[in-house]
Each structure stands twice: as structure tokens, then as C-alpha cells.
């Protein structure tokens, strides 16, 4: 699995169904696609909502990040995150022996 970092902006559409049952079905679509939820946060700036999930793949989470824009209305930006001890350890010239690419 691989972490991503999901970055959601509201639009004009998804302002107006905003709704805990609409939440419940967002976290549906996630687990569909076995999507692990760490954390999912409401956030004040350029974007309005910050999730972090894993994935098993690229594949799967830009599938679910364009699944979910389609349903709310929300437009998510979708980026593979690393923890900062395995980027070190990548960028110092060690491996990481469980460590997935996040592009598989």
C-alpha cells in the first residue's frame, strides 16, 4: 500500500449537497476500492478538505479521486506521499525494503 494525500476544493455544485450521508458515501467509495482512510480533515486555504489515504496503486487512487469528484462535486488533486525517513533514506543511496513506488 502507498500513502496519498487527497486535496479537495469545493465547486459551485458541491457547496449546495454538502451532508454527512454524502461523507458516508465518500468513505464508501474508498473502501470499494480498499482504500485505507488515515485521516480525513476540513481545512481552512487554498483547498477545503485534506484526506490521507493508502492505495494499493496510482491506478486505484486516481480512479477513486475521479470516482468521487464525479459523485460530490468536489475537485480532488491527488498526490503520492512518502514519509520523510524513507525519502531520506532513498535520497541518501540506501533502501527501503518494503517500500512500494507508488507508480505500480
Known amino acids: 500500500m502507498s500513502t496519498f494525500i487527497m486535496f479537495g476544493k469545493y465547486t459551485a455544485e458541491g457547496f449546495t449537497n454538502m451532508s454527512q450521508e454524502r461523507t458516508g458515501k465518500i468513505v464508501e467509495i474508498i473502501k470499494k476500492r480498499n482504500g485505507d482512510i488515515l485521516k480525513m480533515f476540513a481545512i ?13 496503486n496510482t491506478k486505484t487512487a486516481m480512479q477513486t479521486s475521479v470516482e468521487i469528484s464525479h459523485y460530490s462535486g468536489i475537485s480532488f488533486s491527488t498526490s503520492p506521499a512518502l514519509p520523510v525517513e524513507m525519502f531520506d533514506e532513498l535520497m541518501g543511496g540506501g533502501f527501503f525494503s518494503d517500500w512500494e513506488s507508488p507508480q505500480s
Open 44 to 56: 481552512l486555504g487554498e483547498y477545503d478538505l485534506l484526506f490521507l489515504v493508502d492505495f494499493q
